[in-house]
């Protein structure tokens, strides 16, 4: 069975900073993965996707993925936080359809 | 071209009756999936169709239920409503429901059991 474990259901970070959020998946067979962000009373947006190919995964606003099977770590990144980036992230893994499994999700806070 | 789009937007309802909700996918696609998102946690997968066909279905209780039409838009309907199923109910349309496929979200049903 697949699954989704984001570390820190909240996590705060200065304005310019280092945004790290961190996802690690459990799957049998190379996993589809996935990052969403929600805004308040939003529906989601992805983010970026990572299906073969190159390991490191360049996605909208900034942020970047990394894959990497042997830690089964899926960890996105944003060098420089702007306040603008305040959301809900959800790290999200599919195998073999389009269905989707989510985890509980990140809140990104971004502190002036 | 317009996204997903969901109706209605918010909606309240008593304890046992029921509702329905509607889905349009983005032009061309042919998969459309029904996620519920409970306040606080991910989304959490009811059903995908594809080409009018179930394709999957998540551990959600037989009150639960839906179609796609030949248009490929869909309905989810949900009987005998509990407090529990309050919640954002989000719909995905896909180009060909398979694996890697991007997925497009709507804005969502926000349902509320009073």
């Known amino acids: 069975a697949q699954s989704v474990t984001q570390l820190g259901s909240h996590v705060s970070v200065s304005e310019g900073a280092l945004v790290l959020l961190r996802c690690n998946y459990s799957?049998?067979?190379?996993?589809?993965l996935f990052w969403y962000v929600q805004y308040p009373n939003q529906g989601l947006q992805l983010l970026l996707k990572y299906t073969t190919g190159a390991t490191l995964v360049k996605g909208i606003n900034g942020f970047e993925a990394e894959f990497k099977k042997s830690e089964t770590s899926f960890h996105l990144t944003k060098p420089s936080a702007h306040m603008s980036d305040a959301a809900e992230y959800f790290c999200?893994?599919?195998?073999?359809?389009?269905?989707?499994?989510f985890g509980k999700g990140t809140r990104l806070h971004i502190l002036p | 071209d317009a996204g997903v789009t969901q109706s209605p937007t918010h909606l309240i309802k008593t304890r046992g009756q029921q509702v329905t909700l509607r889905c349009s996918p983005i032009s061309g696609h042919k998969s459309v999936s029904w996620y519920q998102q409970v306040l606080g946690q991910g989304p959490q997968f009811i059903f995908q169709y594809y080409e009018k066909e179930e394709r999957g279905r998540g551990n959600f209780p037989d009150r639960f239920s839906a179609r796609q039409f030949p248009n490929y838009s869909s309905e989810l309907n949900v009987n005998a409503l509990l407090l529990g199923d309050s919640a954002l109910y989000l719909c995905?349309?896909?180009?060909?429901?398979?694996?890697?496929?991007?997925?497009?979200f709507g804005e969502g049903s926000w349902l509320t059991v009073v």
């Open positions: 999200a893994v599919s195998r073999l359809d389009d269905k989707i499994i």
């Open positions: 995905a349309s896909s180009l060909l429901g398979a694996a890697g496929n991007t997925i497009y």
């Open positions: 799957s049998s067979v190379p996993p589809y």
